[in-house]
């Protein structure tokens, strides 16, 4: 059995309700927990729910850019601290990359796409030839030679593939897509779904994707983890979970799938 790469043990996740008047008193809002989360290596997960189910709540934990209310997160058996300094966090930034959901948005409109995927190997202080390896990304993401253009000359799909770039150009362990495919039209999806697997496999990464899309999850992750409400409420093999679901949430999920 491959060793355990990534773990959240009891994580939860509060956030303050606003007040109504000056003198109401402030109520707690749970977002998640606790949630217990085990990933190991090479593997390929997937996190499906309903809008505000706490996916990305819980992505964002996991990429240590939130703090835990309370429990922990730990990366290649380290204990992640999102509240640390941005150097003592050079590590976990090293060992994850991250494919947002909106591929313009997460792209800096004034910065050439040789620099947007490039920024983490200067962000982070990787050395080596760091202009060869984003060419060497970008050609393999199907954008060979377009270092100099900007992300306003190119579609939805091939600014997800610039994104996908960024994300692994400083070579993570993981890899995590936070709804990466819910922008892109249908054609454009399967072009990057079969991309995304194909990088994954290739270059040895563990991947995490948050999805509401059962269909993607179904065809990458080999395994799933259904959320609701904040709480994990079924985890296991894919086809298992999938196939014979045993929660009655995973059943309504699945029931609302489109059928032609």
């Not at 992505?59 to 150097?87: F, H, I, N, W, Y």
């Not at 100099?148 to 579609?155: A, I, K, M, N, V």
Request: net charge neutral; with cysteine; glycine share 10%.
């Amino acid at each position: 059995m491959s060793e355990v790469i990534l773990q959240a043990r009891g994580v939860t996740r509060e956030f303050f309700a606003p007040r109504r008047t000056l003198f109401d008193k402030r109520t707690r809002s749970f977002a998640l927990g606790p949630v217990d989360l085990t990933v190991r290596t090479d593997s390929s997960v997937g996190i499906i729910g309903e809008s505000g189910s706490g996916k990305s709540t819980l992505a964002r934990l996991l990429l240590g850019l939130d703090q835990p209310t309370s429990g922990v997160v730990e990366v290649g058996g380290m204990a992640v601290d999102a509240g640390a300094k941005a150097r003592d966090l050079r590590w976990l930034r090293r060992a994850m990359g991250v494919v947002l959901q909106a591929p313009y948005g997460s792209l800096a409109p004034r910065m050439s796409v040789g620099r947007i995927v490039g920024e983490p190997l200067w962000a982070l202080g990787i050395d080596g030839d760091r202009r060869a390896r984003v060419a060497e990304v970008l050609a393999r993401v199907g954008l060979e030679g377009v270092e100099d253009r900007y992300p306003h000359e190119f579609s939805g799909g091939q600014r997800q593939r610039i994104a996908l770039a960024r994300a692994i150009v400083h070579r993570p362990r993981i890899l995590v897509g936070d709804e990466p495919l819910s922008a892109l039209d249908v054609t454009v999806r399967a072009e990057v779904l079969d991309l995304l697997g194909q990088i994954r496999r290739e270059e040895g990464m563990t991947l995490i994707l948050i999805s509401h899309d059962i269909g993607v999850v179904q065809n990458v992750c080999d395994e799933v983890v259904v959320m609701t409400d904040g709480s994990v409420v079924e985890q296991g093999a894919t086809n298992e979970v999938l196939v014979h679901p045993r929660h009655d949430y995973t059943k309504q999920l699945l029931a609302a799938i489109p059928t032609i």
